[in-house]
């Protein structure tokens, strides 16, 4: 299933009390594609449907839609903080994420 490294997982935690949403969990999604391939969005919920699946990882409670759990096993969430800015992004093995024909800055 999707894991979350530790500076991640601080970073949601210390979201999440920020905003006073302690009772929330990160939701992961496919966002859509593009010619840099999957996009993924993220969020924070506390309305969990039929549909989802949840998993514990660092202790942060992470949400998925069923649709989008098979295809993001294996994913790793990471915070990256650097000159350029910080943010948190979703490494995922099984996509193989390449600059298509269109020659956008998929770098």
Not at 84 to 99: E, L, Q, R, V
Request: charged share 20%; with cysteine.
């Amino acid at each position: 299933m999707v894991e979350i490294t530790v500076k991640a997982a601080s970073e949601i935690k210390s979201l999440l009390e920020s905003e006073n949403k302690t009772d929330h969990a990160l939701r992961v999604f496919v966002a859509g594609m593009s010619c840099c391939g999957v996009q993924y969005g993220m969020s924070l919920d506390n309305e969990f449907g039929e549909d989802d699946v949840t998993v514990d990882s660092q202790g942060v409670k992470i949400v998925l839609n069923k649709n989008d759990a098979d295809g993001l096993s294996g994913a790793t969430i990471d915070f990256v903080d650097g000159p350029n800015g910080s943010g948190f992004i979703i490494d995922n093995p099984k996509t193989a994420g390449g600059c298509g024909p269109c020659g956008g800055g998929c770098h």
